[in-house]
Nanobody, 124 residues
Framework: QLQLVESGGGLVQPGGSLRLSCVAS????????MGWRRQAPGKEGEGVSC????????NYADSVKGRFTISRDNARNTVYLQMNSLKSEDTAIYYC?????????????????WGQGTQVTVSS
């Protein structure tokens, strides 16, 4: 079964940190561009970040630049999103996704695979 499984979400106070993980099963991540997207209640989905196959090329939404860091460990078939200095507006369901090319990830195109999402809530 081909799937992406996210973990690491939860409730955190403003200014806090969380590290999201996304593990692939049934396929190898090193064939794909990986990205994180989020969906907040009542808002359109937003692309958060993308990372190239080798990890050297990354892209971030303006809203998270300087606070979030995407990385990947192809040997572990895992992609990460380190989130620091969290704000209430970061509250959303975070999804990881696998894309066939970097442009599709950045532009919000359709991914090859989606995860089921993990809830991040930033609140005092």
């Amino acid at each position: 079964q081909l799937q992406l499984v996210e973990s690491g979400g939860g409730l955190v106070q403003p200014g806090g940190s969380l590290r999201l993980s996304c593990v692939a099963s049934g396929f190898t991540l090193n064939a794909y561009i990986m990205g994180w997207r989020r969906q907040a209640p009542g808002k359109e989905g937003e692309g958060v970040s993308c990372v190239s196959v080798g990890g050297s090329n990354t892209n971030y939404a303006d809203s998270v630049k300087g606070r979030f860091t995407i990385s990947r460990d192809n040997a572990r078939n895992t992609v990460y999103l380190q989130m620091n200095s969290l704000k209430s507006e970061d509250t959303a369901i975070y999804y990881c996704a696998a894309f066939m090319n970097f442009g599709r990830c950045v532009s919000g195109g359709s991914p090859a695979y989606w995860g089921q999402g993990t809830q991040v809530t930033v609140s005092s």
